[in-house]
């Protein structure tokens, strides 16, 4: 490519033809040939004649310079001009590789990455250049060049991987030695491993050029629970000013559905890249949270997921007698106050009492006797999920229970007595544990050889003993032992919680043997031993945009590999579930720090916006066809053949057309391509300014809604006025109907109705709350417009409308007033099929829904993201403002998708969500 400044030709060789334009100026002169002069007497009699068809002894110099200006167009728009071209290496006819970082951290503008990645692969195969492209966060492997065409086809595809690059090294050893070529990287802006070795090997073939973002890589480190709070930390690159981010945290509701539950806001201070803040909750709230997410970024590292550390269980203990005044140390709950109490919610009281708060787990210590009562109620207690852990002692030991038959109770029955060692009449020694088995949850767990047991209550030699024995001496004797009941289980610790019988409770065993049971969880990253021996099975796992979705065939992880937390190909960020536990593996750890990129000075580092390349050939060819039809008019006129108010309206007709198309026709290309590059909300133009800004700021806060909650992310709206911009290009139109708004022309109404008939729907709004029984000033003016409109028979929307279900399950319709809203009538046949909660409307969506609720006002929020009108009054406004951005989604859904949730397969989840 050939530039000039700012202009580019694609094929320059053309614009030799230019030389060719003086030969051409001598020809045009040349035409007509200059008159001979003869001398003839006759000649006389003609003086003072006129001659009719006169002709002009040669070109005027305005035409020639007209007719030049044509041809130069026309050889200028077949040299291929670009303006803004990408420029890169013009004078290199080496490959071009494309290298990308597509970690965690380029999701935030990753489609400004592609576009540009695009640029570059165009511009080389412009030039003739090959393209390869890699992705560093792929297995290494060597670069394919291919054609440019092929590049730009695969870009399309591409998507970046929600962990960081690791292996750099690999990378440079793949690249092939030797080989030309130019390397374009772009980067995510982070210091990664190894960034400098793959750099020199990139050098090699040739330069390299670095693009980097300008926005600022934003993250959360996992939350934790501190101080009787959740304590929230988010890191941000580079430390610029102040700054403040708003934190969601999600979870499920008591129905069931996942929402905000509650949100934060953090504050930077200038120069600071750290964070932090502390939401106090309480615990029935902090259990529901399932992830927090910075507002409005979408990336993995903006995303913390929880797993059992921020639920912290409510534990009832409750002991066999009264603690004694001055023996605290043999108190058969002191040791497991002390173990519980920095990790979970500690009750006391009698059973009755802590039943009624819901614990996840009972613990009874030397508790031998419960009565009937008690009993059903800890089974009933159990068969919902709950777990019983139990503790020997004298009591117990005393006690006939579980002698003869099993107790529910209980995992085994156990023998009479007890068994004591280590005294002068005891049976032996005192006993160290064994090493624990593969099926038991401790396994993996190290056992202290200092730990000891001199008493123990034993089991009965029963067949299934060997099933639920889950911890034993070195003897073989069981020393905890677990059953199923319900979906809960009973655990038997066959010592005391004391050092009555064993050192265990004084052992850092007894804490983990608790944390692996699901008694406590630690509030910090488990470590590699914590996690030993055990498998983790993939729940849930987050994409690069920080969207949880299903593993599929991903295998477990062993806890090691989990506990080590280093993400990659076979070990994504999410959630993963053991025997016991749940485990949280986020992209961002407690540990993580950012570090921006150094770059040598030699590097050339751009940003990663470009100047928009724009193809100049149709201008330059439309110049040079308007110069022509100019020539012929010209030509005309001066033959004598144009004349009078002819060649007036003429030349009026031609300058305007000259004039008016192309501003025309690059207003309309510019309004056509910003209204079809991203699915766009549109709001009709009222002529009244404050109506149309309360629409456009009321569209805005819809779409954050659906850019938050949905799969739908709309770009900023677009106001469009009905009789000039085309309608074709909107799904959804929002229409605030004011009273002195003006009709539309016969051509507006056209295209309305042609926008209704082909799929379009619009939201009439009268924003008068529907109190008027349509008498208002605003529902007269809607009666007026929608007369000539193609408008099928309405009715107040149904209790099993679509609308109702299409992602939300609604009621009601509010906005800023809550009243009721008209959609299409359905069918006088729509009859309710066998077996189907609703009738079966699976034809059509309706092109209008007519309301006065106001719903811009209840939507709009300002340039920070706050309403900017109040709703009602206290929480119940905050409620309405909630349903009606409820009812904003479900009508979205509804236009993008039409009715599929009238299809049968999806009645059995609605008919389950409905009953929750």
């Not at 034993?458 to 004797?477: M, N």
């Not at 470590?527 to 498998?535: F, H, K």
Request: aromatic share 6%; hydrophobic share 50%.
């Amino acid at each position: 490519m050939w530039m000039i400044g700012p202009l580019g030709f694609t094929a320059p060789l053309i614009l030799t033809a230019l030389i060719a334009l003086p030969v051409l100026w001598f020809l045009l002169r040349a035409i007509p040939p200059a008159p001979i002069r003869r001398r003839f007497p006759g000649v006389a009699l003609l003086l003072g004649l006129r001659d009719e068809d006169a002709e002009a002894d040669k070109t005027p110099l305005w035409l020639l310079l007209l007719r030049a200006c044509a041809i130069a167009a026309a050889i200028i728009a077949f040299a291929g001009p670009v303006l803004n071209p990408e420029r890169g290496n013009t004078a290199s006819d080496a490959p071009l590789l494309i290298v990308m970082d597509a970690g965690w951290a380029d999701a935030r503008d990753w489609p400004r990455r592609i576009e540009r990645a695009k640029v570059l692969a165009e511009a080389a195969g412009r030039a003739g250049r090959t393209v390869a492209l890699i992705r560093l966060t792929d297995p290494p492997e060597a670069p394919v060049f291919q054609a440019a065409g092929v590049a730009v086809s695969r870009l399309s595809g591409v998507q970046p991987q929600p962990y960081a690059p690791t292996d750099l090294a690999g990378w440079a050893a793949a690249l092939p030695q030797g080989a030309a070529m130019e390397t374009y990287w772009l980067s995510d802006g982070l210091a990664h491993p190894a960034r400098a070795v793959l750099l020199a090997a990139l050098e090699q073939g040739g330069p390299v050029t670095v693009f980097e973002s300008p926005r600022a890589v934003l993250a959360l480190q996992p939350v934790t629970f501190k101080d009787g709070a959740v304590q929230i930390t988010a890191l941000r690159l580079p430390a610029g000013g102040t700054q403040e981010l708003e934190v969601s945290a999600r979870g499920l509701d008591p129905a069931g559905i996942d929402r905000e539950l509650v949100r934060a806001t953090l504050s930077f201070a200038a120069g600071a890249n750290r964070a932090e803040t502390a939401l106090a909750l309480p615990p029935e709230l902090r259990n529901r949270l399932t992830r927090f997410e910075i507002a409005g970024i979408r990336s993995a590292g903006a995303v913390t997921l929880t797993d059992d550390s921020l639920k912290r269980r409510k534990v009832a203990l409750i002991g066999g007698g009264a603690d004694a005044e001055g023996l605290l140390l043999l108190s058969p709950t002191h040791y497991l106050r002390q173990a519980l109490a920095p990790v979970a919610e500690l009750i006391e009281g009698g059973l009755s009492d802590v039943l009624l708060a819901s614990p996840d787990v009972i613990v009874l210590t030397d508790v031998a006797r419960l009565t009937q009562a008690e009993s059903d109620s800890l089974l009933d207690w159990l068969d919902n999920g709950g777990l019983l852990l139990r503790f020997a002692g004298p009591k117990l030991a005393a006690s006939d229970i579980a002698r003869s038959a099993t107790d529910p109770l209980l995992p085994v029955r156990l023998r009479e007595g007890g068994r004591a060692l280590g005294g002068a009449m005891s049976w032996g020694d005192p006993k160290t544990l064994a090493p624990f088995a593969e099926t038991s949850p401790f396994f993996g767990l190290p056992v202290p050889p200092e730990v000891a047991v001199t008493a123990q209550v034993l089991a009965q030699p029963d067949p299934d003993l060997s099933q639920r024995t889950i911890a034993a001496l070195a003897d073989g004797t069981p020393l905890v032992t677990r059953k199923a009941v319900g979906q809960g289980q009973v655990v038997l610790f066959h010592v005391t919680a004391n050092a009555e019988w064993s050192n265990l409770p004084l052992s850092g065993l007894f804490v983990q043997m608790l944390e692996r049971l699901a008694v406590s969880t630690r509030p910090t990253q488990p470590e590699a031993a914590d996690l030993a021996g055990q498998t983790f099975v993939p729940e849930r796992v987050l994409d690069a945009f920080g969207t949880a979705g299903d593993p599929g065939s991903l295998p477990g992880v062993a806890g090691e590999d989990l506990a080590a937390g280093l993400l990659g190909p076979t070990l994504l960020p999410g959630l993963y579930a053991g025997e016991e536990r749940r485990i949280a593996l986020n992209v961002i750890s407690a540990d993580t720090e950012l570090q921006a990129a150094v770059w040598p000075e030699r590097i050339r580092i751009e940003g990663m916006e470009a100047r928009q390349e724009q193809a100049l050939k149709g201008g330059f060819l439309a110049a040079a066809l308007l110069l022509l039809l100019a020539d012929i008019v010209a030509a005309l006129w001066i033959s004598g053949r144009l004349s009078g108010r002819l060649a007036t309206r003429l030349a009026v007709a031609v300058l305007a057309f000259g004039l008016a198309a192309p501003e025309a026709r690059a207003q309309d290309d510019a309004f056509a391509r910003a209204a079809t590059s991203e699915v766009r909300l549109a709001h009709v133009v009222t002529g009244d300014a404050r109506v149309d800004e309360v629409a456009a700021a009321g569209l805005r806060g819809l779409g954050l809604r659906l850019f938050e909650r949905t799969t739908i992310e709309p770009a900023d709206a677009m106001a469009v006025d009905i009789e000039r911009d085309e309608l074709a290009f909107f799904p959804f139109l929002y229409w605030p109907v004011t009273a002195d708004q003006p009709l539309p022309s016969v051509a507006a109404y056209q295209k309305l109705n042609q926008y209704l008939r082909t799929g379009g729907m619009i939201l009439f709004d009268t924003r008068d709350a529907g109190l008027s029984g349509g008498s208002s000033p605003e529902s007269k003016r809607l009666q007026l417009i929608a007369s000539a409109l193609d408008i099928p028979p309405l009715e107040p929307v149904a209790a099993d409308h679509v609308l109702t279900r299409t992602f939300y399950l609604l009621q009601d319709f509010p906005g800023r007033y809550a009243a009721g809203i008209w959609v299409e009538a359905a069918p006088a046949d729509a009859e309710q099929a066998e077996g189907m909660p609703f009738r079966n409307l699976n034809d059509g969506v309706t092109p209008v829904v007519v309301g006065g609720n106001d719903w811009a006002s209840a939507w709009a929020v300002d340039a920070d993201g706050s309403p900017m009108f109040p709703v009602g009054r206290g929480s119940g406004g905050e409620r309405q403002r909630e349903i009606s951005y409820r009812f904003g989604v479900n009508l979205i859904m509804y236009v993008l998708t039409g009715n599929y949730k009238s299809d049968q397969v999806h009645v059995p989840a609605l008919l389950e969500r409905l009953g929750q």
